[in-house]
């Protein structure tokens, strides 16, 4: 009759008591035959089929033994899965999203990657927008509410489709008009108020989680150094660990905490707009949230799948599918407000030289354009922005620095997924009796998965991108009888269908892994603490994954001798993820370091403020007498804030 065991120790110690006195069959450390008993490490796996097998040994569920492990290290890790970014347009998007997050902690940290030099790269380009601005004289205090309101947009609708239009010219409103300055400084401020913050139950879990580990950490090097159950259990922590800097990563960036946030906040109807010979508001066009190539467009689906990919869905963790549909949508508006920098500076200079006598200073100058009739603009030639922008550019359009941000952040995804589950490895192969067995396998396997869930959609995006870019040289090919791009379904290529069901089925593929692997390494975890691994052909590196019949079990070493062999690698696995985990909280941290700073006026000296401010009360006599009341208001606001600003720095 089988004796029940329910954990490792209990099992170990059974086999030992099965096995009895006999010389036979003994290995030393490297698995090799000895008869010497104090050589003797453990015995051959034959031998322990033979006395230990589940004839004789059988696994039971002890909730005593499964509860502490289950709390103490994987139920940290699984609660700390609710912080991970989703913020999809749907519950069953946000489960896909869990799924390939937790599947593939490269997809993640490259998404993340993305994300933050995205918006490190858009913020050097506003700052250099400002300082052009600042040397052509452009009235700064409507300009910089611009440039604040796109910059916000451009970098928290990383996880939206944005698309660039000029097909009904709202777009060139939008960078003519002084009246719609108020509609960039409120999306920017209904962006910001759509942030995900830091809240009481993320520090809770992440203390938690990081606690558990650290405890962990310190129990497998000190008291209990050597003992096997707590040097796996560690490496069963280690793979997880990469959740902290990840979802540091996040808040730090910065996401949406609303689905559909941006689209909301674009067709938000109280953001109207102002144009030219229209006496209603505006709800402008220039800017959307949409996918593909338009609404009119009638882009096939393979399996029910549309094959702009993830490129069209909500959520964080696919905005590296959007790099080049959104650098290019960044690159129109950088292009269109250095435009508008030198059209607001020619128009700034005809209108001073012929409504106004000549100025003493520079600070009379600027705030003469807050008082100057919003009509004047009119008068200056159109913003050239009739080129229509496409959505999706050819990869020869693609710019170098596009291309070097992705191999960035390549290789820390690559850093992220081994540097974690690469020291899980090490730790599960290097511990007695070493070699690939089903703990090392199954860490090796969630890696060697995960790789390849982040390659595959990788090539999706790719693919993807190649088949819409073929659907726009179609469209723009064969114009309608009207002269527009034709939107009427095409017939295609034999080649560009290949492209189609390519996108999709690497797409397909790519998730289900993804799927599949997010459940393996929760199982994996689970069959540990439950014992199921705790077998001759678990514990003797298994026929099949390692040794063949050569391998062999340990039994008979203390935890000293252990630790001598083993305590290395376990030290080395702790101290590789660590360094991992820190290396990636400081490129997150630093890459987003330091923010735009857009000063309105910059004043020098006690008279430059003195003048301001006589300047500023006849400026609101002459708005007072020219304008309503509410206009009056707005301008006196506007400038006084301007005052409090040159107070500040110490000029009274």
């Known amino acids: 009759m089988a004796v029940v065991v329910s954990n490792a120790t209990q099992w170990s110690a059974q086999c030992i008591r099965n096995y009895g006195n006999r010389t036979s069959d003994l290995v030393d450390r490297f698995g090799q035959p000895t008869t010497n008993r104090s050589d003797a490490w453990g015995i ?32 940290p890790w699984l609660a700390l899965t609710a912080q991970l970014p989703y913020e999809t347009s749907e519950w069953y998007m946000d489960l896909l999203s869990l799924a ?38 452009v009235s700064l205090q409507g300009h910089v509410r611009k440039l604040l309101g796109a910059q916000i947009l451009l970098q928290e609708g990383q996880q939206a489709p944005l698309r660039i239009s000029t097909a009904d010219g709202s777009l060139n409103e939008l960078f003519l008009q002084e009246e719609n300055i108020q509609w960039w400084y409120h999306i920017g401020k209904d962006l910001i108020k759509a942030r995900r913050g830091v809240t009481s139950s993320l520090v809770a879990q992440i203390v938690v989680a990081a606690i558990a580990w650290l405890f962990t950490i310190i129990i497998s090097l000190g008291p209990d150094l050597g003992d096997i159950e707590t040097a796996l259990q560690l490496a069963s922590g280690s793979v997880l660990v990469w959740m902290i800097p990840v979802i540091c990563g996040w808040i730090v960036v910065g996401t949406q905490r609303y689905k559909n946030s941006v689209r909301e906040t674009l067709e938000e109807t109280a953001h109207s707009t102002t144009r030219t010979n229209w006496e209603r508001p505006y709800v402008q066009r220039g800017i959307v949230m949409r996918t593909g190539l338009g609404e009119p467009a009638e882009i096939p689906r393979k399996l029910g799948i549309d094959i702009t990919g993830d490129e069209g869905r909500q959520g964080p963790v696919w905005n590296f599918s959007r790099a080049f549909t959104w650098s290019q949508a960044s690159l129109a508006l950088i292009d269109g407000f250095r435009k508008s920098v030198d059209h607001q500076t020619t128009c700034q200079k005809s209108r001073v030289h012929r409504e106004t006598p000549k100025m003493d200073s520079e600070i009379e100058m600027q705030v003469l354009s807050y008082t100057t009739a919003p009509s004047t603009t009119r008068e200056c030639s159109p913003l050239p922005f009739e080129i229509p922008v496409n959505a999706y550019p050819r990869f020869s359009e693609i710019r170098s620095d596009v291309w070097w941000r992705l191999v960035i952040a390549a290789l820390f995804a690559v850093l992220m997924q081994w540097g974690t589950t690469g020291a899980a490895v090490m730790i599960a192969y290097l511990t007695p009796a070493a070699g690939l067995g089903c703990r090392s396998g199954s860490y090796t396997i969630y890696g060697v998965t995960g790789t390849t869930v982040w390659v595959l959609h990788c090539i999706s995006a790719l693919l993807s991108h190649t088949a819409m870019t073929m659907y726009q040289d179609i469209q723009h090919e064969s114009p309608d009888d009207c002269g527009e791009p034709n939107f009427s379904r095409p017939r295609l290529s034999l080649c560009h269908t290949m492209v189609c069901w390519l996108t999709v089925l690497t797409d397909i593929l790519g998730k289900f892994l993804a799927v599949i692997n997010a459940l393996w390494i929760v199982t994996s975890n689970l069959l540990e603490y439950i014992g199921v691994y705790s077998t001759c052909w678990c514990e003797g590196e298994g026929d099949l994954l390692a040794l063949g019949s050569s391998g062999w079990v340990l039994l008979f070493k203390s935890a000293s001798d252990i630790a001598d062999v083993a305590g290395g690698s376990w030290q080395g696995g702790i101290a590789m993820s660590l360094l991992v985990c820190f290396v990636s909280l400081v490129f997150f941290v630093l890459s987003l370091a330091g923010k735009a700073r857009f000063p309105c006026l910059r004043l020098d000296g006690k008279k430059q403020a003195h003048h301001l401010c006589n300047t500023l009360l006849l400026s609101i006599q002459r708005a007072q007498s020219s304008s309503s009341d509410a206009d009056a208001c707005l301008i006196r606001t506007s400038l006084m804030r301007d005052q409090e600003y040159g107070a500040g720095r110490g000029m009274r």
């Open 44 to 75: 051959t796996l034959e031998a322990c089929y033979e006395y230990c097998g589940p004839e004789k040994l059988s696994q039971a569920f002890s909730l005593a033994t499964f509860a502490p492990a289950f709390t103490n290290f994987l139920l």
């Open 100 to 137: 390939l997050a937790l599947g593939s902690p490269a997809l993640s940290t490259f998404s993340l990657s993305v994300t933050i030099l995205n918006r490190h790269w858009i913020r050097r380009q506003f700052q250099e927008l400002h300082r052009e601005a600042e040397a052509g004289g």
